[in-house]
């Protein structure tokens, strides 16, 4: 196929934009752009083709990144760019998450690392002194104990007072699976867990020959991280997963695939409160992108950025969750879709 024009792109982030409005999202936190993508962004939020708000990560690291950590955030009500995306192992489906011991499955493996402390610790530094917030995907266990131990290192080469944000909140993309003793860890550090609930309904038909029994209590352990006091920013990592709310949080409350299924090793346990799924998908994200005083939750004197759905999915039973639809999405107090009257 040929490249994709400039017009080809704006027509495909304009479609998927009302696409989110009608799932319900009011906010869409992309993780990693290129400078491309980032003006058609603009050029969709300039010219009014969409009311979605826009929390954007341009790739890292790269001259995009070095661009941002040189001129600073850009802070706009619509679309902010303050943060930059840096991925650290692949994927676990693949064999490429980075993994503490071998494969379950696979002995010869334990994945792939893409940077090492030469290249990020440095880069790191740089952006928390520019107060540019990172994300770093990581998704073995490997992976996360390595961007834990870097974060640490550069949240002690840089104390508070040499940071432009004291707080920087950097994140941990996916969070997959981590070792027991690397749980407690992310809330001192003040690091949150950007997660995606839907992976482990997804993932519960290979991640348990993948990783082995052993492995199993660190792997999507929204549960142990929520009590052990870190944040947790739940999210959809759309388009490798469907991108929809109502399986998110069907996903985080129940954790069992959408046809009921989990196996007896999947620990359930590890499921959290309807309440808590909530909060993953509202409060979490806002906290995470620096705006619980605007947005995140609904009351007095914040932004009128609301869903309305079609059931109670705080009391209705489970399954019925995935039948739940939203009826109105609104953003700005401005009625931005409504579902057609039958």
């Known amino acids: 196929m040929p490249p994709a024009t400039p017009a080809d792109i704006d027509r495909a982030l304009a479609a998927g934009a009302a696409r989110e409005v009608r799932l319900g999202w009011t906010q869409v936190q992309i993780a990693g752009v290129g400078s ?13 083709r969409t009311p979605l708000r826009l929390y954007v990560a341009l790739s890292g690291p790269g001259p995009a990144a070095e661009e941002l950590i040189s001129r600073g955030p850009t802070n706009d009500p619509q ?11 692949g994927a676990l489906g693949s064999r490429g998450a980075a993994l503490l011991a071998p494969y379950a499955d696979d002995p010869g493996k334990r994945g792939l690392m893409m940077h090492g402390e030469d290249v990020l610790l440095p880069f790191y530094v740089r952006a928390l002194r520019a107060g540019i917030q990172i994300q770093t995907q990581a998704i073995g266990d490997h992976a996360n104990r390595t961007v834990l131990d870097l974060y640490a290192k550069a949240f002690a080469a840089v104390p508070p007072a040499g940071r432009k944000v004291p707080e920087p909140r950097w994140r941990i993309e996916h969070a997959q699976v981590l070792a027991p003793e690397d749980l407690p860890r992310l809330a001192p550090l003040g690091v949150i867990a950007s997660m995606q609930p839907s992976h482990a ?8 020959s ?5 492995r199993l209590p660190g792997a999507y352990a929204w549960r ?15 388009p490798v997963e469907r991108g929809e709310p109502m399986i998110e949080f069907y996903a985080a409350a129940v954790r069992k695939s959408l046809d009921s299924f989990a196996n007896d090793d999947w620990h359930r346990e590890q ?9 993953l998908l509202t409060l979490g994200p806002a906290w995470a992108a620096f705006q619980e005083k605007d947005r995140g939750t609904i009351e007095t004197g ?3 950025d609301f869903t309305v759905l079609s059931a109670d999915i705080m009391e209705i039973p489970d399954q ?3 039948r739940t639809e939203c009826v109105m999405t609104v953003i700005g107090g401005t009625v931005v879709w409504e579902r057609p009257t039958p």
């Open 36 to 48: 491309a993508e980032l003006a058609a962004l603009r050029r969709l939020v300039s010219e009014g």
């Open 79 to 89: 679309l902010t760019v303050r943060w930059i995306k840096v991925s650290i192992d």
């Open 201 to 208: 309904i997804g993932d519960l038909y290979f991640a348990p």
């Open 210 to 214: 993948r990783l082995g029994q052993a």
């Open 224 to 238: 142990s991280l929520l009590d052990s006091g870190a944040v947790i920013a739940g999210g959809s990592d759309a």
């Open 271 to 279: 499921r959290v409160t309807r309440r808590e799924a909530l909060r």
């Open 302 to 304: 914040k932004l009128a």
């Open 320 to 322: 019925e969750i995935l």
